[in-house]
């Protein structure tokens, strides 16, 4: 399998190219990383991260992208990259997966050897926050909260009750907290042990309020 990891949710962006074979000698990895503000340079990511892996683009079988919540901006240039891919290589049958960054940063947590509750928490803005609570062991992980929007009173509680309070932005609010990117290259070994494959038409991010347009008033005739 070749996969393609896309992971743009959160201010340090990363885009892994996964090649695993028969067996863990048949493995290869190539994974560019970016922090700061947003430049663009996504193609190049890519093409940077084929060359460390030695894949060519048209040998991609899969399009693993990290689908929030988070950097909505991000998230939605991630899915507009696996929904091009997929239609530029329709002969290949392209697969494409959606993962949670919630999850990818579980996983990059139990990676890092963190064991126990842990609270994923990632800016909402409106002084809310993503939340999700997970038991993690040496070799298990299992969500144990779902994920849902909670205040600052709330998260703050699950950190009194001895959480150990993970995510990509913390120090503004909990400065004892463990500051952890979802990574590229977590996601693509997430997405070998997936199936739930679908349509690139079909990505959406995880965005946990409801969508609400503003109509524009009618436009005034101004008198003369």
Known sequence: MKILALEFSSPQRSVAVLQVGNGA?????????EAGAWTGRVLGMIEEALGQAQIEREEIECVAIGIGPGSYTGIRSAISLAQGWQLAFPERALRVLGISS????AAEAQAQGLTG??????DAQRNEFYLAGYEIGVESRREI???RLASLAEVKACEKDGWLMLGPD???WFPGGRVIFPRAATLAQLA??????????TLEPIYLRETSFIKAPPSRILPS
């Open 117 to 122: 509750r842990v609270s994923v928490v990632i």
């Open 170 to 172: 913390l120090h503004n």
């Open 102 to 105: 919630v999850e990818c940063l």
């Open 25 to 33: 000698r048949d493995a290869r990895m190539g994974e560019v990383i």
């Open 145 to 147: 909260e779902p994920l």
């Open 192 to 201: 070998l042990g997936r199936n739930d494959f679908v349509s690139g038409e």
